[in-house]
């Protein structure tokens, strides 16, 4: 090899040599190119790793493809989905705000199918879901269409328009993440405070680098479902912490329906602790309707 490599660059090189699948391949060739030097002298080689990582990744997308169809998703209750043009962030948002461990990378088209990742946001789960960039062959339309929450990752503040255009989803609530913020000065950054606050958008800045925004940003991502938090309880004991997550305006019945599934014909009523009982321990009937933050005791 013509280039100094380094310690870091001979165990992604060693993992490379030692991969067994073509995702493998692929990981350790993103290594190889992340760590090896960059000099003149290197550059072809380094052109050389792209070049591999190109047909790599064409050739996992075909397989994919060919294979057994797309990745089934689940779609919980609750769901918000990251779109956006390639590079801009997306998969280090999915990163910073879920369990989730993506492949992130400082070329473009890093993402090929979709990520899942779950934020556990005031007791409720929310599954998040990043998707390849709007450009790829492996866009999603159908989750983004089906989604309730968007949320839009930009590094420039004109990528809004030709994303939205592209998007079509009109319902679902949009949250604009510019992203990377800490790529600018404080002058540059209140201007796009402004701009975006004039456009009128529900909007916030983030850097996945310095963590600026992240905390923000879940709360608007929790903020943007229409949801009731319902807190079970068995008789004497302590309430669940993870809550029923429900409509607003959702009965008893309907709560007990979700937890009890076919039992909930057995529950009488119920006693409640909590904003829609008039006093602590209210004996309520099945059509009682809820609130946010109610705890709830069962009786059959
Ligand atoms: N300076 C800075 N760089 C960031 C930030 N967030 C992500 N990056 C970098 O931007 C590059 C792209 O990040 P990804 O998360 O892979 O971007 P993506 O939008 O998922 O990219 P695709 O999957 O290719 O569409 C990586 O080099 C990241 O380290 C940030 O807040 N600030
Ligand atoms: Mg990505």
Same mark, same amino acid.
């Given at each position: ?39 003149? %002298? ?6 050389? #790793? ?61 993402? #090929? ?9 005031? %007791? ?17 339309? %159908? &989750? ?9 990752? #930009? ?7 030709? &994303?939205?255009?592209? &998007? ?61 938090? #319902? ?53 309520? %009937? ?15």
């Amino acid at each position: 090899m013509p280039i100094n490599a380094g310690f870091e660059f001979g165990k992604a090189e060693e993992k490379y040599q030692n991969a067994k699948t073509e995702e493998e391949e692929l990981e350790a060739l993103e290594e190889m190119l992340r760590t090896a030097p960059s000099h003149k %002298g290197s550059e072809k080689f380094r052109g050389d #790793i792209r070049l591999k990582i190109k047909k790599l990744r064409e050739s996992i997308i075909k397989s994919k493809k060919r294979g057994r169809g797309k990745k089934g998703i689940r779609k919980e209750d609750l769901q918000a989905v990251i779109v956006g043009l390639t590079n801009s962030g997306k998969s280090s948002i999915l990163k910073s705000i879920t369990n989730a461990n993506p492949r992130i990378a400082s070329y473009g088209f890093t993402t #090929i199918e979709p990520e899942i990742g779950t934020l556990n946001y005031e %007791g409720c789960n929310i599954q998040i879901i990043d998707l390849p960039p709007i450009a790829s062959e492996n866009f999603d339309h %159908g &989750i983004v269409n089906n989604a309730e929450v968007l949320l839009i990752v #930009i590094e420039k503040i004109h990528e809004i328009d030709p &994303i939205l255009e592209a &998007i079509k989803n009109k319902d679902a609530k949009k949250i604009i993440v510019f992203n990377k913020i800490d790529a600018h000065e404080d002058n540059t950054k209140r201007k796009i405070q402004e701009t975006l606050k004039t456009k009128k958008y529900n909007f916030v800045l983030t850097s996945t680098l310095t963590g600026e925004g992240l905390e923000e940003l879940k709360e608007k991502i929790f903020k943007s479902f229409k949801v009731i938090r #319902i807190y079970t309880r068995h008789p004497g004991k302590k309430e669940d912490n993870i809550p029923v997550v429900m409509k607003p305006e959702s009965t008893l019945e309907q709560v007990a329906e979700k937890i009890l599934h076919g039992y909930s014909k057995k529950v009488k009523y119920a006693k409640i602790f909590g904003p829609s009982a008039k006093f602590l321990g209210q004996k309520v %009937g099945l059509k009682h309707i809820l609130k946010d933050k109610d705890v709830i005791e069962f009786y059959t």
